[in-house]
T-cell receptor
Framework: NAGVTQTPKFQVLKTGQSMTLQCAQD?????MSWYRQDPGMGLRLIHY???????DQGEVPNGYNVSRSTTEDFPLRLLSAAPSQTSVYFC???????????FGPGTRLTVT | DAKTTQPNSMESNEEEPVHLPCNHS???????IHWYRQLPSQGPEYVIH???SNVNNRMASLAIAEDRKSSTLILHRATLRDAAVYYC????????????FGTGTRLKVLA
């Protein structure tokens, strides 16, 4: 199993540009989530999904959209990038709400 | 959401046990206690979780106070590869799927 994969690994955007961070898992996990981690900080939950077609907001959802059309994929869209969105983004998946989460390697995003 | 409090940093000598404390005085009856760790430049990695009873696995042990207001992650013999940031998280099982990460404890292991 590849586990949780994220692309790209690094990305630089200009203010106002949009882009999609990709996340995929091959473990048939129902639960997937997106976090951001700012320098020296813990992770903050952006959005999460409890299954295909079902998504919900986390702590810091503003400026981000998600959709879950398949079990495997959970892309995160930045609508209009801002410097405050410079961060490392992690995607995670788990079998269900009471099982451990598996995290991807992260995407380092810089917005200038 | 219930919060956790952890020391910012701790040091341990290699091959010695490490006790990483976590306070969660506002824990509710439905909150599971989860521990994750994050090695440098990597995503977090699951360590252990429990509800009321002490738990053991191949990585660590989790000791939960009787009143559940605190817990301790125990690494039985620290190695240099255990140097990481350790997060204690309360997982609300009452209906929302939310993990609230704090800033964690940075563990330094001395050779």
């Amino acid at each position: 199993n590849a586990g949780v994969t994220q692309t790209p690994k690094f990305q630089v955007l200009k203010t106002g540009q949009s882009m999609t961070l990709q996340c995929a898992q091959d473990m048939n996990h129902e639960y997937m989530s997106w976090y951001r981690q700012d320098p020296g900080m813990g992770l903050r939950l952006i959005h999460y999904s409890v299954g295909a077609g079902i998504t919900d907001q986390g702590e810091v959802p503003n400026g981000y959209n998600v959709s879950r059309s398949t079990t495997e994929d959970f892309p995160l869209r930045l609508l209009s990038a801002a410097p405050s969105q410079t961060s490392v983004y992690f995607c995670a998946s788990s079998r269900s709400e009471n099982y451990e989460q598996y995290f991807g390697p992260g995407t380092r995003l810089t917005v200038t | 959401d219930a919060k956790t409090t952890q020391p910012n940093s701790m040091e341990s000598n290699e091959e010695e046990p490490v006790h990483l404390p976590c306070n969660h005085s506002t824990i509710s009856g439905t909150d599971y206690i989860h521990w994750y760790r994050q090695l440098p430049s990597q995503g977090p990695e699951y360590v252990i979780h429990g509800l009321t009873s002490n738990v053991n696995n191949r990585m660590a042990s989790l000791a939960i106070a009787e009143d559940r207001k605190s817990s301790t992650l125990i690494l039985h013999r620290a190695t240099l590869r255990d140097a990481a940031v350790y997060y204690c998280i309360l997982r609300d099982t009452s209906g929302t799927y939310k993990y609230i990460f704090g800033t964690g404890t940075r563990l330094k292991v001395l050779a």
